[in-house]
């Protein structure tokens, strides 16, 4: 299951605006952002796994918190890792889908709102009073969106709130011309986003040396 490459340079750069970070530029056979944060201070995303490439690169990242994110199963690319690296998750997927509009209903004790945060960046919010409940954000990439952050409180789950901000942040991104949508999910998000009509596109792991 090979992924596309010119679909995963759009989540990079799709990812990069959601967290207002630097866009990604070409490194090393990849693509590198610089995110600057204590548990994650950069990452390198790869579409294709070419062994000899992730193994020279992982021997020369010695600094903690520099992640590997490589379009393959987390078997193959645990075979090529020096000591000291982690697969952080046990799977992680690209998912796809045609977006379509529908109505967005919430029950009483909620209240939606979209926010544009910037030219390509807006996000969805569901309060319970004061409190946010559920969110997420998308970038608009031309026909292509990206959904990240999809959020919602433990305490406030099994209540439909997630597929709710889905299907608002689906409705202004159609809105703007976009139709097709796409995400990095976990195994349990994998099977949530396939309720909804998501498609796996390629497996997606990620590896780590660990503080």
């Not at 010119?6 to 990069?16: E, S, T, Y």
Request: hydrophobic share 45%.
């Amino acid at each position: 299951m090979a992924a596309d490459p010119d679909l995963i340079a759009l989540f990079a750069r799709g990812w990069a605006l959601t967290r207002n970070v630097a866009p990604p530029a070409p490194l090393r056979g990849g693509l590198y952002i610089e995110v600057g944060k204590p548990d994650e201070k950069a990452r390198y995303l790869f579409a294709t796994f070419e062994p000899d490439v992730i193994a020279e690169l992982a021997r020369t990242i010695h600094e903690p918190w520099v992640y590997l994110k490589i379009c393959e199963t987390p078997d193959k690319v645990r075979a090529v890792l020096p000591p000291g690296w982690i697969i952080r998750e046990p799977e992680g997927w690209m998912m796809t889908c045609a977006i379509t509009l529908a109505p967005v209903q919430v029950s009483k004790a909620y209240v939606l709102s979209i926010e544009e945060l910037g030219i390509a960046v807006f996000q969805a919010t569901i309060r319970h009073g004061s409190e946010i409940v559920a969110s997420g954000r998308v970038a608009l990439l031309g026909d292509t969106v990206l959904f990240d952050q999809i959020i919602t409180d433990e305490a406030h789950r099994r209540k439909g709130l997630g597929r709710s901000v889905m299907q608002a942040l689906s409705n202004a991104a159609l809105d703007r011309g976009a139709y097709q949508g796409l995400l990095s999910a976990t195994e349990m998000g994998r099977a949530l986003y396939q309720t909804i009509g998501w498609a796996v596109h390629a497996p997606y792991t990620s590896a780590v040396i660990p503080g």
